[in-house]
């Protein structure tokens, strides 16, 4: 009886070791995927509100930078 336990009991250290290998190589593989390096991006302030921003998310209108098309057609209409 005690060899049959011992047996079970190896067999599942075997199956705990051989789960966590594969876990932890999975989660690693995960991270180095989801872990993209970008470059900064410059920041610009919207001339009517203050908010900062990416400029690829800004509205540039008359050399002066805004963070919708609503603050820039306010800022058209406040020229005016």
Known sequence: MTKYLLLIGLVWVLWWFWRKSRTSSRGSAANH???VQREAER???CT???V????SESVLADGRYYCCAAHRDAGASDDS
């Open 33 to 35: 995927h989801t872990t």
């Open 43 to 45: 920041m610009v302030q």
């Open 48 to 50: 009517r509100c203050g």
């Open 52 to 55: 900062n921003q990416p400029v």
